[in-house]
């Protein structure tokens, strides 16, 4: 299979771990100069269209949120030709109407991650991307047009909180988070999206719904028991949703989404290092040579 081939990927997230149906699978082990991604990348078909899958959290759910080596997933990705995200994550409800096993589609994020590398830019080279929609609006809309057919709640947008756990919020986080007009939290967006940004790549997620957090004074507090629960039912709904949604995808579209670094770069050209160069490559190589 050529891998030029395969500009889809989908990021399992929690429960997510290996995708049904592809066939002439690969497996692919990518070395980046941020290290190597969670697990090795499955490359396949899935009915008839080559796409990536990619475990965020590693087969066995190995590695915690702020743990993840998303740089090096994110690289890996824009490296064997990755063009689109679905990103597949777990998140917590902060409104009522927003049940377990909803799914929401957000457009906005609020950053309360602390611990994490959130750049490809780090040294000898200055970017200031554009990240006031962090969510690439055609993919989103690609993503709710698949819900149609599909026995569930869809929400189109909403505001996600991205903390930086392991540990679940408090109950005066979660009263917070809600009184800043967020819809739901989770842990794994952030720097995903971003990074996403960095590299040129669309990049959308389905965030299902496990859990009301803590803030509902009627239901008991997000225990992972209860995630795990309703984890089970929604990976069969987030696989079908992956058939659906990966047919819709216009890979023939452009989209400012692949063209963010075109403006972005401050650092002239001649002070940028050869190393820097060759290291980002994959993702600078358009505009600088």
Not at 41 to 60: K, T
Not at 81 to 103: C, F, H, Y
Not at 158 to 176: D, H, I, L, W
Not at 260 to 274: K, V
Request: with cysteine; proline share 4%; net charge negative.
């Amino acid at each position: 299979m050529d891998n030029a081939e395969a500009r889809i990927a989908i990021i399992g997230g929690s429960g997510l771990y290996e995708m049904d149906g592809l066939e002439n699978v690969q497996y692919v082990s990518v070395d980046t100069p941020f290290g190597a991604p969670s697990d090795e990348i499955v490359i396949g078909n899935l009915d008839g269209q080559s796409i990536v899958f990619l475990p965020r959290h590693g087969r066995g759910h190995r590695i915690n949120p702020s743990s993840i080596p998303v740089r090096a997933n994110i690289y890996a990705l824009k490296q064997i030709g990755v063009r689109k995200i679905i990103s597949v994550s777990a998140v917590g409800s902060l409104k009522q109407e927003l049940a377990p096993l909803d799914l929401v589609i957000p457009d906005q994020l609020i950053d309360r991650t602390r611990q994490r590398a959130n750049t490809f830019f780090d040294d000898g080279l200055v970017v200031h991307i554009g990240f006031a929609e962090p969510f690439c609006k055609a993919t989103s809309q690609a993503v709710y047009d698949a819900a149609h057919g599909i026995d569930l709640n869809v929400h189109l947008n909403g505001t996600m909180v991205v903390m930086e756990g392991p540990a679940f919020s408090t109950k005066a986080e979660s009263f917070m988070y809600r009184g800043w007009g967020a819809d739901i939290i989770g842990m794994t967006a952030l720097p995903e999206a971003k990074l996403a940004r960095e590299a040129e790549i669309c990049y959308a997620t389905m965030a299902w719904v496990t859990d009301y957090d803590c803030w509902h004074e009627e239901t008991e507090s997000v225990t992972v028991e209860m995630v795990i629960q309703n984890l089970l039912k929604n990976v069969a709904n987030s696989k079908d949703m992956i058939r659906k949604v990966v047919p819709l995808l216009d890979m023939e579209h452009s989209c400012s989404c692949n063209n963010s670094l075109q403006d972005s770069i401050i650092t002239q050209p001649e002070a940028i290092g050869q190393d820097i160069k060759s290291r980002l490559g994959p993702i600078i190589g358009r505009y600088i040579t």
